[in-house]
């Protein structure tokens, strides 16, 4: 079986400067069923380096071959003329193009499957009529500013609203544009799948979950003594600060009640200001902005918190906290799309007072919420295997 890969990302294991690892762990999974002839066009918008791509190649066992920009992208850029975007009609790497020599090449290859990464580039499957061609988008760019529109505190001034409102008709003018007939639309979000189906109707929109990355079965749950041990994993960002804000505030309210019983993390960039005035209001806080082996790092805490606004798809570190044995506590948004149920093998909170209620009960029933843990890493492992994902999307059970 052939299968030739046109991305805007080089391939990589942990995302590097783009969303570069899912493609990487797919293919992955492909390998894992049936023995699969990958070839990869990357327009390595992440910038890998040529040592990095040789490494890639080898770990993959594939053949990476580099597209080049159009040059008017990257004068804009070199020139810091990055504003001139507001003169498009579509977000400006939907113009990236395949000259029609590599369009040829590949078409003689006799690939079994197009495969195209990134909803940017969705339309290049015009060019391939006649072969099977899966987009893997993976997240619906249009339906996140249209959730930005409804959030209030990201609508308070008239140019964040000016702001959004113009990405979200860059990016629904693109899905209407990009979407053809016979084409996959391959998504890890369920909403976004929805979403875009009802931008495009006749579309042949699939959700699929988002498979695991690294993870490690050998950690015992059992929540630490005599503190539980609270992460807050990733960057201090646009997508959490709000919800971080509030949830973290509520907890210096509550402190008389929680101090005593959670010690707290932060690993990742940007927490500086926070862990500092937890220390100060008595907590055992600490900050890590970087750990060189992070699974090794994530296993030693028991609850990894995520306060996320807005967003789409599926968050990659809360599936990685949850297949490593961590209770996933966070908003509707942080575990969308992860096949965990509240109450059951996740927590869910709606409201901060909500969220600090939830807190005082794990502290009062240990067992039970170790046991959703336990749940939570179960179904992670069976409903989120690559391989099994894999085969899915690209069919390679019945192409064998």
């Known amino acids: ?208 979950r988002h498979p695991l990355y690294a993870y490690n079965e050998s950690k015992k749950i059992a929540f ?16 959490c600060q709000q919800g971080s804000n509030e949830l973290l505030d509520a907890m210096l309210g509550r402190k008389q009640d929680l101090i005593n019983n959670f010690e707290i993390t932060f690993l990742g960039k940007g927490w500086e200001t926070w862990n500092e005035r937890l220390k100060t209001a008595g907590f055992v806080s600490s900050h890590i902005k970087f750990a060189p082996n992070y699974i090794t790092e994530l296993q030693k805490h028991d609850i990894q918190i995520n306060a996320i606004d807005v967003g789409t798809g599926t968050k990659g570190k809360v599936l990685d906290a949850i297949s490593n044995g961590l209770l996933a506590f966070g908003t509707k948004y942080t575990l969308e799309n992860i096949a965990v149920m509240n109450g059951e093998s996740c927590v869910q909170y709606s409201t901060v007072e909500e969220a600090m209620d939830k807190l005082m009960d794990i502290c009062a029933h240990r067992n039970k919420y170790e046991q959703m843990a336990e749940n939570g890493r179960r179904i992670v492992l069976q409903k989120h295997d690559k391989g099994k994902i894999a085969d899915t999307l690209f069919d390679i059970t019945k192409a064998k």
């Not at 053809?180 to 042949?204: R, T």
């Open 224 to 239: 630490s003594e005599p503190k539980i041990k609270l992460l807050f994993a990733g960057r201090y960002d646009f997508y």
């Open 1 to 208: 079986m052939r299968m030739i890969l046109i991305t805007l990302s080089t391939p990589t294991y942990n995302n590097v400067r783009a969303a570069s690892a899912l493609p990487y762990h797919l293919i992955m999974g492909a390998k894992e069923t049936v023995n699969i002839d990958f070839e990869i066009y990357s327009y390595n918008i992440n910038g890998i380096d040529d040592l990095g791509i040789a490494e890639i190649e080898r770990e993959l066992n594939v053949k990476i071959h580099l597209l080049q920009k159009p040059w008017w992208m990257i004068w804009m850029f070199r020139l810091h003329l990055g504003m001139l975007r507001v003169l498009l009609k579509y977000p400006y790497l939907s113009y990236l193009r395949v000259p029609e020599e590599t369009i040829k090449k590949i078409k003689s290859s006799n690939p079994n499957i197009i495969w195209i990464y990134g909803e940017e580039i969705a339309g290049i499957a015009k060019k391939f009529e006649g072969i099977k061609r899966i987009v893997t988008m993976p997240d619906c760019e249009s339906m996140f500013y249209y959730r930005m529109l409804r959030q209030r505190w990201a609508t308070k001034h008239l140019s964040q609203i000016l702001r959004y409102a113009f990405a979200y008709w860059q990016y629904r003018s693109m899905e209407r544009c990009n979407c053809h007939a016979n084409v996959i639309y391959h998504f890890v979000g369920e909403v976004d799948a929805e979403f875009f189906k009802n931008i495009n109707p006749s579309s042949k929109a699939i959700f699929l």
